[in-house]
């Protein structure tokens, strides 16, 4: 069932206006109340990052917050959480006035946020220690939640030894071992191998499941829809610029889910076709925009594979089918898409990927016309054509790599600026309009892309 998403919180509660009230014990564990957020800009001027958010968790649930990059679904998690505090609007958990980071919620974040000085045991044990805990308490703790997590016998490994998968069980451990009624994750399961994210999910969701410990409820932020399907009682699909709720999504599909269930597919497809306009979109804000737009996380060779993998394939192709054929997660082939629609090289009619004739023009030209034709189509986005525009303005033909950054820091407050501009030096390196010299941070026109771009600082 698809409600509008305006109106969800719950009944008016008299404890919820009062920070002193008592606990109410049926209200939702976490709720959103008209909610906004702004954020200063370097240069004056605020940016409105949520608008009007009204969200509640109930007891016994998994809520999924699903949106396009930039819709202000990881500011919807922390303002839940009491990370961030909502510059319009309240937060209210158990029907009282949050006014800070509640004890009773714990937050997994995607980049595992672990602190490399530590062993796995002293990871979870750092946290206990900060509440107090006994020696005991912390022993018995520590033990049951790396049982949890299938992490025993690594209980004095550094994170450095650890892959991926394992660096983000001690992350859940460490979030479970302080017992909360509310677990918050963060893209969990982007920076971990599919097989290993599969595992994960099944076993957050087992953990969920048992109704004899905490947490009650989890609430994910996620890109994948396939990822959402899997977890979610209900789905939450955010607009953007500023971020709204568009819609909820009740998923009432049995447990254990099965991703081959055709009930399971059909679902994954409402949920993408309501979400297509903003992860897909239809007429991408590309040639000619006067806004800056954020740059899909992919490389310069995966956009070149899809275009061939569409051009063997007479043009067009299901973007799922595209996902399970070449193997990758469908979250990233979306990114991977999107960087393809807003270089206007695909147009992505539903869920359908289609080869446009620059696109196939690229494809069909040897290697020093597919970098000119991938040079053209970078101008036409405003962030490339500023960037030579200010390196033009200059006799060196140079660009500051502290300017570049602050546009966009300025232009896309809510991205990893340090991403975007990765991003930017593979395209722009790929296409021979920009290189960049990483002793003196700064950027040159042209360049041969042959040296290795290092990562900003």
Not at 112 to 125: A, C, D, K, S, Y
Not at 149 to 173: C, D, N, T, W
């Amino acid at each position: 069932m698809i409600n509008p998403a305006a109106s969800n919180p719950s009944a008016s509660n008299p404890s919820a206006s009062n920070p002193s009230a008592s606990v109410d014990r049926n209200a939702p564990l976490c709720e959103l109340r008209h909610v906004a957020q702004e954020f200063a800009l370097p240069g004056g001027g605020r940016l409105r990052v949520l608008d009007d958010v009204n969200l509640c968790v109930q007891r016994g649930e998994i809520v999924a917050i699903l949106g396009p990059s930039g819709c202000g679904k990881s500011t919807v998690l922390r303002a839940m959480a009491g990370l961030v505090p909502p510059t319009a609007g309240t937060v209210y958990s158990r029907g009282v006035p949050l006014g800070g980071i509640c004890e009773k919620f714990a937050i997994v974040f995607q980049s595992f946020g672990l602190l490399p000085w530590m062993t796995v045991r002293e990871n979870i044990e750092s946290v206990l220690t900060a509440l107090n805990k006994s020696k005991a308490e912390i022993d018995l703790k520590i033990e049951e939640v790396i049982g949890l997590v299938g992490l025993a016998g690594f209980e004095s490994a550094y994170p450095r030894e650890l892959s991926g998968g394992m660096k983000q069980r001690v992350g859940i451990a460490r979030a479970l071992a302080v017992d909360p009624e509310v677990l918050f994750m963060d893209e969990p399961f982007s920076q971990v191998d599919p097989l290993t994210a599969e595992s994960l999910r099944s076993e957050v969701v087992k953990i969920w499941a048992d109704g004899k410990r905490n947490p009650s409820s989890v609430v994910i932020v996620s890109h994948d829809i396939k990822e959402v399907a899997f977890l979610a009682s209900r789905v939450v699909i955010m607009s953007s610029k500023p971020g709204r709720i568009r819609a909820i999504v009740e998923n009432t599909l049995p447990r254990p889910r099965d991703v081959r269930d055709p009930r399971f597919l059909q679902f994954v497809d409402a949920i993408h076709d309501l979400i297509r306009g903003h992860e897909m979109p239809d007429a991408p804000a590309s040639a000619g925009s006067g806004r800056m737009e954020p740059l899909p996380e992919a490389a310069v060779t995966e956009v070149i594979g899809l275009l061939e993998y569409l051009q063997s394939r007479n043009g067009r192709e299901d973007v799922f089918k595209i996902a399970s054929e070449i193997g990758r997660e469908y979250g990233h082939v979306i990114q991977i898409v999107n960087a393809a629609e807003l270089l206007d090289f695909v147009d992505t009619p539903r869920r359908a990927v289609v080869l446009e004739p620059v696109g196939l023009d690229l494809v069909l030209a040897d290697p020093d016309g597919r970098k000119r034709i991938w040079r053209e189509q970078l101008l036409k986005l405003k962030m490339f054509r500023d960037v030579e525009q200010v390196a033009q303005s200059n006799d060196k033909g140079e660009v500051d790599l502290e300017i570049l950054l602050s546009t966009i820091v300025c232009n896309m407050p809510h991205e990893n600026y340090e991403r975007v501009f990765q991003t930017f030096l593979g395209w722009a390196r790929y296409g021979e309009l920009f290189d960049y010299d990483h002793d003196r941070e700064i950027l040159t026109i042209g360049g041969g892309g042959e040296s290795q771009a290092k990562p900003a600082e």
